[in-house]
């Protein structure tokens, strides 16, 4: 039984207790908020002590692992003190939003690491996971080109998009990441094309909402990656990975396979999964499983914070390209 | 080259015209009307003499072949006077409306039969035919079970119907053609349900609107035949096999592959295609394309008047059985 | 919180105990099966005291619900005794392959029957009752034609089947109540086909491996139903409803979304979710919860056992019908 | 009656030959081509004269217009020859290698121009076309970004790589007309990789076997490329539209609709069509009616020579981003 504190009771940290608290071989110990009404609300649910402070449970000699969900600014610094004192740590994604403070961490880290799980959650869509799987079996040949749409169904409250560190860094970064789980190989050259096509007043804030990216391996394998902070028709999740032997495509997910024949459309399907929390339910249950079945068995854990720091590079040299309309080379 | 006399220059007629003066190796050398402007109008178009009485072009020596596209009252007369000319014949269903002429008229065509082509347009839709070929290659195992859908997209006009020998013998001797010749075997054993729902005044006629159709073969293999007389939605035509090893369905066909993505609707495709002379654009193209090259070729013709005795059969039995509400036995 | 006894700790009472222990209005407190390793074996994962006699549990004043799990010739009798000790009940289908004693159960009950539910999963699929509420709602106007595919993957051992009460009691008998409930009406014509076609020594037991059956209700709506115990491509559960204003289908669901192009087939899809307990995953949740909060709330259950014996009725006339093969009756 | 002349009885012109004979308003009075076997070979199938020089048909009284099939190295002269002849021109793509030529021919065409057309198939697609129309129409609101994919089923020969102009002016220039249609807008920025990812030998040639390739309009709208010379799955031609109010998908062509199901695999479709001549037949004949309807009523032509020139500078731009692996501007 792995005990685990969750650190935030947010809504990240709601969809984490319930799945920890679910899970077999783990147990809910602890969950820590500085609004305790927040924690409270958890534990009533799910068990577990309620605590404020979340030192207090990242020292606390009953917890073996907490899942770090609090606001980014605070990530590397539970990361850290949670290392530092022995557990074994989920954190959410980003690392932070400053790529120097991110690589401090990771190389404050040092062997540690090797007990930092990142969580990038879409590499556990079992879709997602499947192609990398049959990429790796070689069912499409030698990987050539990988095609992602990623479009959030509605723009983010404009209070939450002044402290997101920008839609690259906020949410092409979970693209990033699969770009380069996919590709099996970093991009060396990255080109974005960044528009404000419907919120005009994301100027003010540096930002985009609609957003175009291309990258290149050293190999010349070629990735693109189309983005939009608002799809009318929900959440469009999609991948395409192109290769000599063929191609594999992910689609987006319904609530029911039903059909509709009618006198005006001749058939006509149902909404998609809304949103994160719905489209990748399956996706932070296996995170979670996997985070506690490595940790469990002291194997190697399938996204570190190295993963982290390169999607956080990607991210930056995304955000460069689009503010000066040039290509970025990575080294 | 095979020259060929339209008689009929009606709906059926027009299109088996347009498909004779394409083809490669056939010739329209003349087209039959009691309208002569009908006929005129096909001949002003696609080339070819312009006559007004049938019987002128199956005697004519220029004439190879006639297709009959005439009122179904007038088939066995002409098909009779053709094949005792020496034409080649390719009929439309049915041969008649009454079995006991239809039987007559095979025996009278005695081995001159194997001249005479039924027009069961569907057996040459591509992908009915590929389900066929695809059973015979064992793609599918040991044929079970049989599913088809039938549904027209509007009821026909009340005047039509009148003289139609109802929508057994109408509308449903396609799909009991169909499932002769996908099931492989003769059906033993007829039971159908016949329902009045939205068209009341075919009762005057002895006529249903809705029906259905279970058949068994000797050997214990299963049909469903669901069919309607008004889909809103289109002209619905679906065929399922089911099998020891697997299964195959023939989906709709649609004018494009265009899918839209809306607020209010996540997928809607497009119309289905309407109506038999769209839907079976390539199955009439086709058919006269294997009657063309059987007849050139001397090699047997794919669909006989004995096919078309036998499905006359069936939807006799079927009319029997849905308004008895009994099983019918057939020997 | 409504505490729940399970009664048989087998392959379904697995189900309902994980359900229930993770429902947030619910406490799984005790499981009871002869052989006691199978009880603490759920018990040991979900809590609750585990018990060998179910008289025991339903005896047990901290007991508010059973749900009875045990083979089908114990539930008329636990039923009953639940029933009279006051305890609200979920039963597994069928009542009883017994028409007669499941008849003279619903009458013993009395104004019980409304604290017992009968297991009739299939309603609480997403998928079909979404075309119930569709229809209730007129969006395929008057309903025509019901057209049900009900294909096991595999053929369930021979020892099995013996003491199963044959297809239609056992299988079919899920849909017959689908269609009773999406016809919204009482099915008056039975006609079934039964055939042997790949499991011959069924013959011994008077049961067909391939069944089709056809009903018909008295305002002329109509159904069909085909039925396989062996569909090597997986567990085959589709409904399609066509109505005067259109048509809905309900198809059945895959592991992943992933399509496969390659060099053979361009494209290609993964396996259905196999058998009933993972292609009714969500069913058996939302089963559970609908009994939970009508009996929490004191409302109507879904599903009685009325249903239950309307249902074995038709299995019943489906029996008579294949083996007479001819139609049968219902007043 | 529109008397036309096919200049080039290769593969294209038999198919452009085909549509003319069997277009109502219009009549294959020559076909000229200088192996004269060809010529007669497609006359002899679907009439007219054939000749060997195609100034001969251009300067023959009967002609009215010209479809120029001929070698790329020819287009400029043919049509410019026509069009002072006083002809109308159907001219298949590129107009020229060369953007200076292809320049000073529409320079050199001056107001004879509007009755020169641009043969860019594509935008007859039915499928294609309902997007540019629903786009109109606003059914997806303001287009924000486009996504089309472009793979042929197998490379072509060398030698016909090595006078291809390389894939951006072969291959990629059809896409970039479609993107400069759809977008209704003029990029004015380029972004393309290229990589030689199967067939080392094209960097003696300085082409790509693999590129992706972004744009960008004035006023911010978005669009991607991806295109390989060899999709071992078929002929892929997909087009995606994404706007304010929604999203529009052109998917691929297949021969049949039928899906198998089988033990290995739970759904199995069939080949797409094949290459262009298969893929586009429709595009074919409606482009074709599309020039033979303008010219006879006098109405503006869909394509012009402008076209023509601004796919091939996008061509040319993308050829040197490829090249320098830096963002092009245009103005």
């Known amino acids: 039984?792995?005990?685990i504190a969750i650190l935030g009771a947010g809504?990240?940290?709601q969809v984490h207790a319930a799945n920890?608290?679910?899970h077999k071989d783990a147990q809910?110990?602890?969950v820590a908020d500085p609004f305790i009404e927040n924690a409270n609300a958890l534990t009533a649910?799910?068990?577990?002590r309620a605590v404020q402070d979340p030192l207090e449970a990242i020292h606390d000699p009953a917890v073996d692992a907490v899942v770090i969900g609090t606001p980014t600014d605070t990530h590397v610094e539970l990361m850290l003190a949670a290392a530092n004192a022995g557990k074994?740590?989920?954190?959410?994604?980003?690392?932070d939003l400053d790529i120097h403070k991110a690589l401090a961490a990771e190389k404050a880290l040092g062997e540690k690491a090797s007990r930092v799980m990142l969580g990038f959650n879409r590499r556990f869509d079992p879709g997602f996971n499947e192609i990398h799987q049959r990429i790796a079996k070689g069912d499409i040949g030698d990987l050539h080109q990988v095609v992602i749409t990623s479009r959030d169904p509605g723009l983010a409250p404009l209070n939450y998009l002044k402290h997101s560190g920008g839609i690259f860094r906020d949410m092409v970064i979970h693209d990033f990441d699969l770009a380069r789980w996919i590709l099996g190989e970093e991009p060396v050259e990255v080109f974005a094309t960044g528009s404000r096509l419907f919120e005009p007043s994301l100027e003010a804030l540096g930002d985009y909402d609609t957003v175009m990216v291309q990258l290149r391996t050293a190999s010349g394998k070629q990735c693109q990656i189309n983005c939009s902070r608002q799809a009318v028709y929900g959440y469009d999740q999609r991948l395409e990975a192109?290769?000599?032997?063929?191609m594999m495509i992910n689609d987006n997910h319904r609530e029911t396979t039903v059909r509709h024949f009618g006198a005006q459309h001749t058939e006509v399907r149902g909404p998609l999964l809304d949103f994160f929390m719905q489209r990748y339910t399956d996706a932070y249950r296996l995170e979670i499983d996997a985070f506690i079945q490595a940790i469990s068995k002291g194997t190697a854990l399938p996204v570190t914070i190295h993963d982290g720091c390169q999607a956080l590079r990607l991210a930056d040299a995304a955000q460069l390209s689009a503010d000066t309309q040039a290509v970025v080379k990575l080294n």
Not at 45 to 48: A, K, Q, V
């Open 88 to 95: 074994a740590v989920l954190c959410e994604k980003p690392v």
């Open 45 to 48: 649910l799910w068990g577990g």
């Open 11 to 13: 809504r990240i940290g």
């Open 242 to 246: 192109f290769g000599s032997g063929g």
């Open 20 to 22: 920890v608290a679910r």
């Open 1 to 3: 039984m792995l005990k």
């Open 28 to 30: 809910l110990v602890m």
